[in-house]
């Protein structure tokens, strides 16, 4: 079907009993979701972010951009509302728009639609993570933003567009490095897109300039803080804890050598995976997490690193002086045993990305949670017990199974688009998006698998663009199967 008319006449005037309807359900499941959860929910990591936001901190373990988030609605408020209604407004309002952008340009049945609308308005994942004080429903916001703005590129290919997503990308960057793939999808799009060469060499010097001047920046404070000058310690701590996933598998590992200044480390590992549980009493799915930050881990131990309860500027320099000596001392091991890496590590990512870390399930069986006293005094908490309901209706145990019934639907519909050649029946609209819903499924799935620890969370953009394309696919194969039968004439 031809695109008629403007986007907003199509939104506000052709669409509207849907968007009062999205509207009308979204804010009556707020309140509900309040009723239930008076407070934000605390994790983990929320100390971390709030701690660098209350002391100014410019450097972090990960990405500095929530940090800076929190700093900034703290100038205006202290109450942990005015970031769970920013991150609902934000994360609804980008899911909305994807839903009318693929609604106007790809013109799916009603039926079509409807699915769509209903399991992104009625998802429990979707709508209770503003509530949580992490950068996950920030990313997942930018990014579906990020995913709209590029079909609207494919559709007519602006200056705006090509500007704007470049700016989301950098954006999703300082939230999370996850994002370090993205470039690698946008920068092809608007190099090869038709249109003039100046502005897309703007627009892609505009992104050079924001990636390479947030990396240097970074990169020089790290350098002052610890003498070395790396963009992402982290990324060391990662690799080395992946690979002591591989590591605890090798047999003989006495024999191993490794340069001289990575010998007391390794002499560390060798006496704490000895003295470790079986892989049996002990799995695998756990380790990242463990190597990574456990106090007792190796990698923790060798440089006396805390970064639990209230981390000194001391102790972030040891944290980042070691990145680099871990990375290398992971890249040893690798290069000493590659396929036990392949096997052990790798070869267990797809078991971990079909089964995820479920770090949080929205359920508290007494009735709330406990934060700490440095949270109580950024949000002026009254106590330290935060309460909410005890019930389950938002409960998330249910949400692994969901998404790999949806990653099974996108992925046999992807290769059915393609092994049928409908991909030649439609039009270039049309097979773009397609192409960018299958490409960027498929990033995910590589880079989750090969260098990131899996957790729940980690899935809700891939979720929502699951749910964005699988019935726009699958209508597609419908009608393309039920075009090429024959139909039975009755008998007279």
Partial sequence: MAIQGNFRDFVFREQ???????????????????LLFPHAIIAWD????????ENSTEILAWPIGYSKFLAFIHLFTHSDWAIVIFQYILLEGAVLYLYFTI????????????????CLIFNSFILTISNYVLSDSLFASLTVLWFAVTLWYFHQPKAIYSYLMVLLIFLLFT????AIFYPVITVPIILFSRFRWQTKLMSLALGCLLFFG????????????????????FSGWVLAG?????YRHVEHREQDIPPPEMRPLHEMVLQSLDTMPSTDRMPDWGMAYYFTWSLTSPLMIHRHVNLYDNPTNADLKKWASVGGLYKNYAIFLIK????????????????WFIYPVIEFTNEFPEGGSRVKEGVRHWFGYKSTWLSSTSGNLYSLAYIPTVINILHLFMI???????FLRIYKKVNTLFRKSIMLAGIYWLANFLFMVVSAPIMLRYHLSIMIVDIAFVPVVWECIYRYMAAKTPQIQPTL
């Fill in 175 to 178: 939230l999370r490095y996850y």
């Fill in 46 to 53: 929320t100390n971390f972010y709030i701690r660098a936001a």
């Fill in 214 to 233: 947030f990396i240097r920046y970074t990169s020089g404070l790290f350098e002052k803080l610890s003498g070395q000058r790396e963009f992402s310690p």
């Fill in 412 to 418: 046999m519909g992807i290769i059915a688009f393609y």
């Fill in 16 to 34: 509207r009993k849907d968007l009062y309807w999205a509207v009308g359900l979204l804010l009556g499941h707020f309140i509900l979701l309040k």
């Fill in 242 to 246: 992946n690979t002591l996933i591989m």
């Fill in 103 to 118: 609604i106007y340009l790809l013109r799916p049945a009603k039926w079509t639609g409807w699915i769509i609308f209903i």
């Fill in 336 to 351: 000493k045993h590659p396929l036990p890496y392949v096997r052990y590590y790798i070869g267990q990512g797809l078991d």
